[in-house]
């Protein structure tokens, strides 16, 4: 299995995603091999973490959340996130 982080700098930007959940949840679930998603508010960022079968998985999550951002939040789109993804090695 696969993850990617996306790290957006804008707190308020989780509950804008929050407000929209089944849309965004909508948007990551068509990937083939999906299997997570987990959107996190920290104290100075929102983090979206999704979960896939492999590396293609979690590429074409990246570029759906990134156009599903253009569309309906452009405001959002304007500060694109810091992208991290790899390997599950150990899960629980």
Same mark, same amino acid.
Do not use: K
């Given at each position: 299995m696969h =993850?990617? $982080?996306r790290y957006y700098g804008n707190t308020g930007l989780a509950d804008a995603l929050a407000a929209r959940g089944d849309e965004v949840k909508a948007?990551? #679930?068509a990937v083939p091999g999906f299997r997570a +998603? +987990? $959107? %996190?508010?920290t104290d100075? #960022? &929102?983090v979206s973490v999704t979960v896939c079968d492999d590396e293609a998985g979690? @590429?074409? &999550?990246?570029?759906?959340? =990134? *156009?599903? %951002?253009? @569309?309906n939040m452009p405001e959002a =789109?304007? *500060?694109p996130p810091r992208i &991290?993804?790899? @390997? %599950?090695v150990l899960s629980s």
């Open positions: =993850a990617t $982080l948007v990551v #679930s +998603y +987990y $959107l %996190i508010r100075d #960022s &929102t979690v @590429e074409e &999550t990246n570029r759906a959340a =990134a *156009d599903w %951002i253009r @569309e =789109a304007a *500060d &991290t993804a790899g @390997e %599950i």
